[in-house]
């Protein structure tokens, strides 16, 4: 299952597209991929369980990003997501070489950024989950989010690489010499990082943040309440899926030359992933979902041209319907 999906997220025609310069990806199109990846192996998800996971998963992303010590970081976070993935596919040579070669790209086209362009970065993906509050157990026992659902900040531990402790102002002539020191008190703890994470295809990445939060074996549930509820539940009507989009986001990820969704087939029989303690909490959440709405579709006509091909290749950002 890990190799299937390991597979078709790194299949180099998707690759392609993805790096291409384009705008960022809107939450219909991104659930839409994000349901594909899931189901590109014989596993299956109901649309429950679906729901959790990808309130699970986009939250940890949201916490992964707002808490980077300073913008640069998020390509730590990303290499770090790609090291553990590495880590799976280790007895796959051929998938292991898709992966390390996505890593050379993000290399190549990243870590010559400034740091400006990385603030706009992060900045640009925290906007696009800013009214995103669903409580998670697993940061709601650290204590890394408040029971309103927002992502508490913390005021003590390493500085970001390349500053200093807090606790000193220095001011400055106008030759630029220094005339007097000032020291302050802080309410943090504040030490300075032995050394900057690794942004080499390998070495040490220094920060945790992107590795594995279950590395204490704990149960994680997804929870919704107060006012976050309505602002979840408007965020779900945004994100259900069209059956009627089907077959042209079909067709579209085709063109993508990956996504696939796989069919359990011959001695296949396929198996369900239940993300609930029991099946009759799966079901009650699948009947509690908000009620659907209608999208418009996009009607996407298939021609084997290659610019029209190219065409609805880029389309995939801007789609305004789920599967």
């Known amino acids: 299952v890990m190799n299937d999906i390991i597979t078709t997220m790194f299949n180099k025609k998707f690759m392609e597209e993805l790096f291409k310069p384009q705008e960022l990806y809107s939450k219909k199109a991104l659930r839409t991929v994000y349901d594909r990846l899931a189901h590109a192996s014989i596993m299956r998800l109901n649309q429950a369980s679906m729901d959790k996971l990808y309130d699970l998963m986009t939250m940890a992303f949201k916490y992964q990003v707002l808490l980077c010590p300073r913008p640069r970081d998020i390509l730590l976070v990303t290499f770090n997501h790609l090291d553990a993935i590495k880590d799976f596919i280790q007895d796959a040579p051929g998938i292991l070489n898709q992966v390390d070669e996505t890593f050379r790209q993000l290399i190549e086209m990243y870590t010559s950024l400034s740091a400006g362009e990385f603030q706009l970065i992060r900045q640009t993906l925290l906007i696009f989950f800013q009214d995103m509050h669903i409580r998670v157990s697993i940061f709601l026992k650290d204590k890394v989010q408040n029971s309103n659902g927002r992502f508490v900040l913390p005021i003590s531990g390493p500085v970001p690489w390349g500053t200093e402790v807090?606790?000193?102002?220095?001011?400055?002539?106008?030759?630029?010499?220094?005339?007097?020191?000032?020291?302050?008190?802080?309410?943090?703890?504040?030490?300075?990082?032995?050394?900057?994470?690794?942004?080499?295809?390998?070495?040490?990445?220094?920060?945790?943040?992107?590795?594995?939060?279950?590395?204490?074996?704990?149960?994680?549930?997804?929870?919704?309440?107060?006012?976050?509820?309505?602002?979840?539940?408007?965020?779900?009507?945004?994100?259900?899926?069209?059956?009627?989009?089907?077959?042209?986001?079909?067709?579209?990820?085709?063109?993508?030359?990956?996504?696939?969704?796989?069919?359990?087939?011959?001695?296949?029989?396929?198996?369900?992933?239940?993300?609930?303690?029991?099946?009759?909490?799966?079901?009650?959440?699948?009947?509690?979902?908000?009620?659907?709405?209608?999208?418009?579709?996009?009607?996407?006509?298939?021609?084997?041209?290659?610019?029209?091909?190219?065409?609805?290749?880029?389309?995939?950002?801007?789609?305004?319907?789920a599967e």
């Open 166 to 321: 807090p606790g000193l102002i220095r001011m400055f002539n106008h030759n630029g010499d220094e005339v007097k020191r000032t020291e302050f008190t802080t309410d943090g703890n504040y030490i300075i990082p032995q050394r900057e994470g690794s942004f080499d295809l390998y070495g040490e990445r220094v920060l945790k943040l992107g590795t594995n939060m279950y590395s204490v074996s704990r149960p994680v549930e997804t929870h919704m309440s107060g006012s976050s509820k309505t602002l979840a539940s408007h965020a779900k009507e945004n994100i259900v899926p069209n059956p009627l989009a089907k077959e042209e986001l079909n067709f579209l990820a085709r063109l993508l030359g990956g996504l696939e969704v796989k069919t359990p087939g011959g001695s296949e029989t396929g198996f369900r992933l239940n993300l609930f303690t029991t099946d009759e909490e799966e079901e009650h959440a699948a009947l509690t979902r908000p009620e659907e709405l209608s999208y418009k579709v996009v009607t996407i006509e298939a021609t084997q041209e290659p610019e029209r091909r190219a065409e609805l290749s880029r389309t995939l950002g801007e789609l305004e319907v």
